[in-house]
């Protein structure tokens, strides 16, 4: 059974930081895991991606320079560093597997086949 499960996240002060985890298990192909955000009556939106082989990266504009995304295969974990938190960072933040498609990259998340239970992250002002 395949089971993205996510940890970390809560509330933090801008400026703060926190760190988000993602463990995969279970029998899929691995090809990229990335992370989203819903923030309330938003649409769910990129955040960032890496590759599961060759450690390609990719982030939104909003986040680049202050999250930063890494792997570790022999664990089957994805992380993501969250730097110089903000207010407008605020929201339900998932982890999710794609497994299909010719590319590792996508920022749309109906290419994504599996998603964690997704992480409240809070920045207050």
């Known amino acids: 059974q395949v089971q993205l499960v996510q940890s970390g996240g809560g509330l933090v002060q801008a400026g703060g930081s926190l760190r988000l985890s993602c463990a995969a298990s279970?029998?899929?192909?691995?090809?990229?895991i990335g992370w989203f955000r819903q923030a309330p009556g938003k649409e769910r939106e990129f955040v960032a991606q890496?590759?599961?082989?060759?450690?390609?990266?990719a982030y939104a504009d909003s986040i680049k320079g202050r999250f930063t995304i890494s792997g570790d295969n022999e664990k089957n974990l994805v992380s993501l560093q969250m730097n110089g938190l903000k207010p407008e960072d605020t929201a339900v933040y998932f982890c999710?597997?794609?497994?299909?498609?010719?590319?590792?990259?996508?920022?749309?998340?109906?290419?994504?086949?599996?998603w964690g239970q997704g992480t409240q992250v809070t920045v207050s002002s």
């Open positions: 999710a597997a794609k497994t299909k498609g010719n590319s590792w990259y996508s920022s749309r998340a109906y290419d994504y086949d599996y």
């Open positions: 279970g029998p899929f192909r691995r090809k990229a």
């Open positions: 890496l590759s599961w082989t060759g450690g390609l990266t």
